[in-house]
């Protein structure tokens, strides 16, 4: 099986920053896809950024300019530096991978969600 484990959230003001954190282990033999998705009470759960292994972004329009995605291979690890949170940042985020567990395998795993609350 593959687990993540995710880290990094908390209470912070508006304008200040977070980094998130999400590590894979398990039975993997490659990483694919890495990304993050936040759901807010009563809303969708949405994409806020994905990385490919050669370290290619693609972030939300809402996030742009301000969150930054990056990726340890060799720690199997992606993480979400946030800057000039706004209180509508304020949700679960859910790490995701996209992971070969073989060769012929591709599946998809989901961390167990970490808070982000932006607030005065």
């Known amino acids: 099986q593959v687990q993540l484990v995710e880290s990094g959230g908390g209470l912070v003001q508006p304008g200040g920053s977070l980094r998130l954190s999400c590590a894979a282990s398990?039975?993997?033999?490659?990483?694919?896809?890495m990304g993050w998705y936040r759901q807010a009470p009563g809303k969708q759960r949405e994409l806020v950024a994905v990385?490919?292994?050669?370290?290619?972004?693609v972030y939300a329009d809402s996030v742009k300019g301000r969150f930054t995605i990056s990726r340890d291979n060799a720690k199997n690890t992606v993480y979400l530096q946030m800057d000039s949170l706004k209180p509508e940042d304020t949700a679960a985020y859910y790490c995701n991978v996209a992971a070969l567990i073989t060769q012929w395998t591709l599946k998809d795993y989901w961390g167990q969600g970490t808070q982000v609350t932006v607030s005065s």
């Open positions: 398990g039975s993997i033999f490659t990483i694919r896809d």
């Open positions: 990385i490919a292994r050669d370290g290619s972004p």
